[in-house]
């Protein structure tokens, strides 16, 4: 059994500086670890290496994880790119969401946006009622009479006592409706500014906060969680 106590130990300067395989040159791997691609890349995996290994977390202690894994087979690139999937499956999302956070553009001085979205449809509908038939009704009341020689009154030979309905119509277009518009369009809102509840110059101290805020110091200690044992 190898007792290796330091990080320096077993990740020196020869194994960093050769181009071996450390946890971040597995990291760096978009298809494999695609959450972290965003701050561990082909661009700076190199000089985070440097730094974590060789400066910031050189002379703490391994951690019992490590020296167990390494003790059952003890190829350095087995045992980084082990370590890599479980400081992957531990600190991604995490590790994603601050940095997603970090690198959100707003205004300092204003503490709520807002963006409202309508879409309204529109519908116009016109109705016609149209009726082209024509009713006419004709009543008939005649009669015929005929006063004979020397008679007082006239005596009546016919007559005629009845009513007609004639109706006249055309094309016949009862409630039809002869025109329908549809209209659709988007109505876009933004609204900003400061409610009043916060003085700019406190939003302006969180803001300095914010800014000061060491991503990748975090990095390095949630990944000494791992590696390295809590004390020095």
Known sequence: MIMLKKLSELFDLDYVYD???TIFDYLKDND?????NAFINNDNYNDIAEEYFIGYSADKYISSLVSKLYDKNDDLDVLSSKLAKFI??????????IYDALMTQ?????????????????????????NTEVTTNRETNASSKYKGFNASDPVTITTTDGSEDVTT???????????????TGKET???????GVTTSQQMLE??????????YKMI????DSILCLSIY
């Not at 969180?206 to 991503?215: A, I």
């Open 106 to 130: 707003y205004n300092p001085l204003e503490n709520y946006s807002m963006l409202e979205e309508r879409t309204p449809e529109l519908t116009t509908e016109e109705t016609e009622n149209v």
């Open 220 to 223: 390095y200690n949630d990944i």
């Open 32 to 36: 494999t670890f695609p959450l972290v």
């Open 206 to 215: 969180s803001e300095f906060k914010v800014r000061q805020y060491d991503f």
């Open 19 to 21: 181009g071996n395989e």
């Open 88 to 97: 992957y499956r531990r600190f991604a999302t995490k590790w994603k969401k």
């Open 169 to 183: 119509s055309g094309a016949s277009r009862d409630n039809e409706t002869h025109k329908v518009t549809e209209n």
């Open 189 to 195: 809102l933004t609204r900003s500014g400061n409610i």
